[in-house]
């Protein structure tokens, strides 16, 4: 139950990363291109912080978070600059909470963040479709990387822990689907983001 908790917890810290972004995108046609990477980069950097301050654990020592999707945004988002921030924030966060997943981190995001900087230049150049099956299917892929990486080096998982680690991966392509839709969106179609649509309303003098 507490797992199920945190997740809950990391599930409103994206959504509230996703909303910034979306607000910062619309006010961002007078950033320069190294300025908006950086702040792209600091805001995944402490979303990424937020997600792994409270994992739920499936075995002590290996955390579960969704600090993926702030992680990937960091550098299909933030290129570079941006992504190399987010990565350095995660693993040196990663290293100082500790513990045996310290490896899986070291695993697994190294191998993502080299191909994800592999993909920069393609996916900025990508259409709204393609930008969406790219990053969940590279959340998809972490999370998947990282329970069986987690898997393997323990021996097996608890029975009752898999619901919370499917629950997991299906977070992680919603959550990345929603964050492709709400960037590359125009007009209305971010109207989900309620109070952001009520304030625009606001300013038409609705």
């Given at each position: 139950?507490?797992?199920?908790?945190?997740?809950?917890?990391n599930?409103?810290?994206?959504?509230?990363?996703i909303?910034i972004?979306?607000l910062?995108?619309?006010?961002?046609?007078?950033?320069?291109?190294?300025?908006?990477?950086?702040?792209?980069?600091v805001?995944?950097?402490?979303?990424?912080?937020?997600?792994?301050?409270?994992?739920?654990?499936?075995?002590?020592?290996?955390?579960?978070d969704?600090?993926?999707?702030?992680?990937l945004?960091?550098?299909?988002?933030?290129?570079y600059l941006?992504?190399?921030?987010s990565?350095?924030?995660?693993?040196?966060?990663?290293?100082y909470?500790?513990?045996?997943?310290v490896?899986?981190?070291?695993?697994?995001?190294?191998?993502?963040?080299?191909?994800?900087?592999?993909?920069i230049?393609?996916?900025?150049?990508g259409?709204?479709?393609?930008k969406?099956w790219?990053l969940?299917?590279?959340?998809?892929?972490?999370?998947?990387?990282m329970?069986?990486n987690?898997?393997?080096?323990?021996?097996?998982?608890?029975?009752?822990?898999?619901?919370?680690?499917?629950?997991?991966?299906?977070?992680?392509?919603?959550?990345?689907?929603?964050?492709?839709h709400a960037?590359?969106?125009?007009?209305?179609?971010?109207?989900?983001?309620?109070w952001?649509w009520g304030l625009?309303?606001?300013?038409?003098?609705?």
């Open positions: 139950m507490a797992g199920m908790i945190h997740l809950i917890y599930t409103v810290v994206v959504i509230l990363f909303f972004l979306r910062y995108k619309n006010d961002n046609h007078h950033t320069s291109k190294w300025k908006s990477q950086l702040l792209i980069g805001i995944s950097s402490v979303t990424i912080v937020l997600c792994m301050s409270s994992p739920f654990q499936i075995v002590p020592g290996y955390i579960f969704l600090r993926t999707i702030p992680f945004v960091g550098i299909l988002y933030g290129g941006g992504g190399g921030l990565a350095l924030t995660l693993y040196l966060y990663r290293f909470i500790g513990g045996g997943g490896w899986n981190v070291w695993i697994v995001y190294s191998f993502i963040l080299v191909l994800a900087f592999l993909i230049p393609f996916y900025e150049e259409k709204r479709a393609k969406k790219t969940t299917s590279l959340a998809l892929i972490t999370a998947t990387l329970l069986v987690t898997n393997f080096r323990v021996g097996g998982l608890p029975s009752e822990e898999w619901f919370p680690g499917l629950l997991y991966l299906l977070l992680h392509g919603l959550m990345a689907w929603m964050t492709v960037m590359e969106g125009k007009g209305t179609d971010y109207r989900l983001f309620l952001h625009e309303q606001g300013k038409k003098g609705i």
